[in-house]
T-cell receptor
């Protein structure tokens, strides 16, 4: 199937530290989407990666798609309290399947 | 545009009761889907639709029915609610090409089955 796994499940960081979440699949992925869900909110689209080895940046966020298109990562530089939430990767082809998410806590 | 709307926001049911969770979008999106979110389980796909009149099962379809008679609406029916269906339900939609486009989520429905 299209299952994607994410690690870690939880991450607690001091404000200003970096944070990385990893998304892995046993099969080649057509693309990867990343979403953020704030506590009590709904998932919000961040970005989509399609090409092998693709790297995209959004301010302090860096997204990578692996060369083999079986893994992806989201890296946040110098975390802030506004980064708190759960980050999901998702694979989309005929339907969208989400990974279990990484919950980020930022200690001020 | 209102985007994706869901009603009700909260609902309490007794085991065996039936109900319909409403989802509507005003963006002329072809692709719509329903997810449930449980602690530690992420978002699991229940059913999805690539256009009016077309629906298909996702990862966890048992206990749920859907229909798509119009482009705008995609209701989710629980025929006989069970405590295991206590969850937060999200509806999402996207343009044609569907799953490969940005998914826009509704605010969610929090369901408690006693």
């Amino acid at each position: 199937g299209q299952q994607v796994m994410q690690i870690p499940q939880y991450q607690h960081v001091q404000e200003g530290e970096d944070f990385t979440t990893y998304c892995n699949s046993s099969t080649t992925l057509s693309n990867i989407q990343w979403y953020k869900q704030r506590p009590g909110g709904h998932p919000v689209f961040l970005i989509q990666l399609v090409k092998s080895g693709e790297v995209k940046k959004q301010k302090r966020l860096t997204f990578q798609f692996g060369e083999a298109k079986k893994n992806s990562s989201l890296h946040i530089t110098a975390t802030q309290t506004t980064d708190v939430g759960t980050y999901f990767c998702a694979n989309s082809y005929d339907k969208v399947i989400f990974g279990p998410g990484t919950s980020l806590s930022v200690i001020p | 545009n209102a985007g994706v709307t869901q009603t009700p926001k909260f609902q309490v049911l007794k085991t065996g009761q039936s109900m319909t969770l409403q989802c509507a979008q005003d963006m002329n999106h072809e692709y719509m889907s329903w997810y449930r979110q449980d602690p530690g389980m992420g978002l699991r796909l229940i059913h999805y639709s690539v256009g009016a009149g077309i629906t298909d099962q996702g990862e966890v379809p048992n206990g749920y029915n859907v229909s798509r008679s119009t482009t705008e609406d995609f209701p989710l029916r629980l025929l006989s609610a069970a405590p295991s269906q206590t969850s937060v339900y999200f509806c999402a939609s996207s343009y044609t090409q569907g799953a490969r486009e940005t998914q826009y989520f509704g605010p969610g429905t929090r369901l408690l089955v006693l």
